[in-house]
Every structure is written in structure tokens, then in C-alpha cells.
């Protein structure tokens, strides 16, 4: 399940409230974590991040409606 | 001009749209009508075209590059305005007002406190064993305004959890599963259900807090 890793977890929390760069998100982690840039490109593929390029800066924004989706089915694999 | 394009490579999924254009337009029916002959002569997949109608369906402006990869399944959308992260109805509106997710488990407790974090809502855990005591002490050291507690330690605490919300510091007591006293987020959870309760107590519980006989 796409969420079942917390760096994307994460990374879906951190865009809820609007889009950022690969850089802000590392940033806004209270530890270093590797990967984002994987992760990011794993909720790419999924379609929970999309991506536009604004100058030099690629940013990130989230699909709040697949983010939902994909937060249902992790919880839905609970006990 | 919406442009369509074939990523060959996952690098080249994520690069910005280039290489050949699978198929472009403005006008959506005719794109469609474009996508539709290309599948009946097989320069497009049966995946392909269903993924170009969904990429389609998402883009909301006339000017949008869709990028295909992993056989035709998957595409992504740049150039235009992302989706909006705009608060829908199922995002908190209270981001303050502090509620408590308890379970048997940590890992469950943990888990779900991070769903409400995502819908906003300040939202933190507490793992206690299945007895009572143990979850009355920690409702009382973390003074939630809700507490979200799961059904087996709503059982263990019976009519004392009650008797806490009632006296001192309001507490709202939402059942996870069954049987709460407030209110009830059935499980497995939908986050689009959570919203219609949380919002209802904690406005509750803030009012009974900042006037005492509301409540």
C-alpha cells in the first residue's frame, strides 16, 4: 500500500496545505530522512502527488482526493 | 494545446514532458475521437487509451502535458495548475483543539492519530494496556478536548469514563468501532466520515469549556 511507508506519510501530511518544492519538503522533516526524492516519485506514479515546474523550481502538490483513497486503504488493512 | 507524450524510462517520466507527441488537441471530443482510431489501429494500447481518457478527465484547463509510463498505466499531468489543496468538507477546521487517539496497540494508535493529523486536526497517540485505570490516567494527564478511544478499553472503562467527562475538564469520548458515549467513527475508518463527528464535539466540548453550564 503507497502509505504504508511514514516518509510518505509524511510527505502527504506536509503538502496537505499547499504545493513545495523537493527541497522544502526535506526540510520540513524534524530528521533527515533518505529518499524523499524516491518517495515523491513513488506518489507521483500513484497519482497523490502532482508536479508542475514554476521557473527553476519543480514543485509538488497533492491530490487530496487520491491522498484520501490511499489513506482509506491503508486503514482498511487494519485489524 | 493538451499534448499527450510516451515516457520511455521512469527518469524520463519524471523529467519535464519531451520526445515524441503521442497525440494533441484542444478540443477534448476530438481528442478522444483521436485516442479511440489510434487503439482500432493499435498504435495505442487498450491501457494507453484508457490512461490518456483518465489523465483527460483530470485536466481541467486546454493547456496540459500528460506524460504515459509503465505500459500505458500510469500517466501524470504537468503545466497546469496542480490539484488544489484546498481544504475539502472532510478537512478539519479545528487545528487546535487537542484530541487523543488510545488503543491497546501503539502501532494502531500511532497510525490512526497520523489520519487525523493529515486531515488537520491535532491529533496525537496513547498506547495503555486493556484495563481501566490506565486509560483514565491518561486521559486525565493529557486533557483532550476528544478522545478517540477503541471499543475494547471503552468496555474495560465502563461507566467511569462517564463520570471523567462529566467532572472537571469536558472530555468528549468517541467509540473507535462501537459504544461511544459521544459519538462513534466506525471502523475500518473512512476518513471522509471522521470530519461530520470531530467537528460536531470539539465545538462542543469549546463552548462547554468557555461556558461551563452549556455543558
Same mark, same amino acid.
Given at each position: 500500500m503507497t502509505l504504508e511507508h511514514e516518509t510518505r506519510r509524511t510527505i502527504v501530511c506536509l503538502l496537505r496545505d499547499g504545493e513545495k518544492s523537493v527541497g522544502e519538503l526535506a526540510r520540513a522533516f524534524e530528521r533527515p530522512r533518505p529518499g524523499v526524492a524516491h518517495h515523491l516519485s513513488v506518489l507521483l506514479e500513484r497519482g497523490i502527488v502532482q508536479t508542475r515546474v514554476e521557473g527553476a523550481r519543480r514543485l509538488y502538490a497533492l491530490d487530496a482526493e487520491r491522498a484520501l483513497v490511499a489513506w482509506n486503504a491503508l486503514l482498511r488493512g487494519q485489524p | 494545446m493538451i499534448r499527450v507524450f510516451r515516457a520511455e524510462s521512469a527518469a524520463a517520466f519524471r523529467a519535464d514532458p519531451s520526445g515524441p507527441v503521442v497525440v494533441e488537441g484542444t478540443d477534448r471530443t476530438e481528442l478522444e475521437a483521436t485516442v479511440a482510431r489510434l487503439e482500432d489501429e493499435g498504435r495505442l494500447s487498450h491501457d494507453e487509451a484508457r490512461t490518456i481518457e483518465r489523465a483527460l478527465d483530470d485536466v481541467t484547463g486546454d493547456a496540459a502535458d500528460v506524460v504515459l509510463a509503465g505500459d500505458g498505466r500510469i500517466f501524470r499531468v504537468e503545466g497546469e495548475a496542480p490539484a488544489s489543496a484546498a481544504p475539502l468538507e472532510?478537512?478539519?477546521?479545528? *487545528?487546535v483543539s487537542p484530541v487523543l487517539v488510545v488503543c491497546g496497540s501503539g502501532a494502531r494508535a500511532l497510525l490512526i492519530a497520523e489520519a487525523l493529523q493529515f486531515l488537520g486536526y491535532n491529533a496525537d497517540y496513547a498506547a495503555v494496556p486493556q484495563d481501566g485505570a490506565a486509560l483514565l490516567d491518561r486521559l486525565r494527564q493529557a486533557r483532550p478536548h476528544v478522545a478517540v478511544i477503541e471499543e475494547a478499553l471503552l468496555v474495560a472503562c465502563g461507566s467511569r469514563l462517564l463520570d471523567l467527562s462529566r467532572r472537571g475538564d469536558v472530555i468528549a469520548i468517541v467509540g473507535l468501532g462501537a459504544g461511544g458515549p459521544d459519538g462513534v467513527l466506525e471502523?475500518? &475508518? *473512512? &476518513?471522509?466520515?471522521?470530519a461530520p463527528t470531530l467537528e460536531r464535539l470539539l465545538d462542543r466540548v469549546r463552548k462547554a469549556r468557555l461556558s461551563p453550564s452549556v455543558a
Open positions: - | 472532510w478537512f478539519a477546521t479545528d *487545528r471502523t475500518p &475508518l *473512512r &476518513l471522509e466520515a471522521v
